[in-house]
């Protein structure tokens, strides 16, 4: 079945720089790649998703890069800022076709003002 | 976007007892899921709630442990069973529209057996 690697675990920043997550998937019929974000107490929020017809997507300071032959995804956050502040999950499906959402393990993110 | 509330958001058991968590959507969306966050971790999906028949478990859950309940299309359960301190986890409710991959989450259900 589907693997999801995502790194790093934890990452630091200074406010204002940018901060980037990568993820990894093992299943090349995967077609659909969300980004969440998880504040503390609150369930995870969709931010951000590409599909697998599409290389790049922006929202924003939010972007991200997919690159199907590496099988490899990863999030850019530019400018940041405090409230960016979260962890941030990956995932990976087959969509619509009866696609389950697989995730990775979470990344931490600290902006320090 | 998508409007899901969960009952109650957090509560504290005991040993040997059940809990029922339910889940509101604002949609008659075509899919609903329940997922498991133990602390510090990702999520993993517990099973798939189908409307009107036995939902859809995942490798390791089973029904006797989370039974799950969906009458209609707007409106799921799940019951933690025979709860014991490994089960001390937040629990998710999730949804998806018929014809799109986009997902939605609960608020969460923090649970914690003493």
């Known amino acids: 079945g589907e693997n999801v690697e995502q790194h790093p675990s934890t990452l630091s920043v200074q406010e204002g720089d940018s901060a980037v997550i990568k993820c990894t998937y093992s299943?090349?019929?995967?077609?659909?790649f969300p980004w969440y974000k998880q504040e503390l107490g609150k369930g995870p929020q969709l931010i951000i998703d590409i599909r697998s017809n599409v290389g790049e997507k922006k929202d924003q300071r939010i972007a991200v890069t997919l690159n199907k032959t590496a099988k490899h995804f990863s999030l850019h956050i530019t400018e940041t800022q405090p409230e960016d502040s979260a962890v941030y999950f990956c995932?990976?499906?087959?969509?619509?076709?009866?696609?389950?959402?697989?995730f990775g393990q979470g990344t931490e993110l600290s902006v320090k003002p | 976007s998508a409007v899901i509330s969960q009952k109650p958001s957090r509560d504290i058991c005991q040993r040997g007892t059940s809990l029922t968590i339910q889940c509101q959507v604002d949609?008659?969306?075509?899919?609903m899921f329940w997922y498991r966050q133990q602390p510090g971790q990702s999520l993993t999906l517990i099973a798939t709630?189908?409307?009107?028949?036995?939902?859809?478990?995942e490798s390791g859950f089973v029904i006797d442990k989370f039974p799950i309940s969906r009458p209609n299309l707007t409106f799921s359960t799940l019951t933690v069973s025979n709860m014991s301190p490994e089960d001390s986890s937040i629990y998710l409710c999730s949804q998806r529209g018929a014809s799109t991959d986009t997902q939605y989450f609960g608020p969460g259900t923090r649970l914690t057996v003493l």
């Open positions: 709630a189908n409307q009107g028949s036995e939902a859809t478990y």
């Open positions: 995932a990976a499906s087959r969509g619509n076709q009866g696609g389950k959402l697989i």
């Open positions: 299943d090349s019929a995967s077609n659909y």
């Open positions: 949609s008659q969306v075509t899919m």
